[in-house]
């Protein structure tokens, strides 16, 4: 079993700290597109990247967020 799919209450906020680093590195891929705007290949890239990470976001909000439904609590993917 993964930590995102375990029962243990540490496994998933292990989780959740990897979550949070996800969404820090995610932004800093930002940072890095707008520093680098002016090559395209390299701006692709990072789009390819910043697309892996939503996914993972994604997932994980369909997977734990089961608890609460509420539209707030899930981590936004659309911020790019």
Known sequence: ???IHS???SDYTMAQ???????NSRK??????YTYKDD??????????IENINV???EF????????????NKIK????
Request: net charge negative; proline share 0%; with cysteine.
């Open 1 to 3: 079993k993964s930590l």
């Open 7 to 9: 029962d243990n209450k």
């Open 17 to 23: 700290s990897l979550l949070k680093g996800l969404l």
């Open 28 to 33: 800093g891929i930002e940072n890095l597109k």
């Open 40 to 49: 395209i290949h390299f701006a692709c890239i990072l789009d390819t990247i």
């Open 56 to 58: 993972q976001i994604t």
């Open 61 to 72: 909000n369909d997977i734990h967020l089961d608890w609460d439904d509420e539209e707030d």
């Open 77 to 80: 993917t659309d911020t790019i």
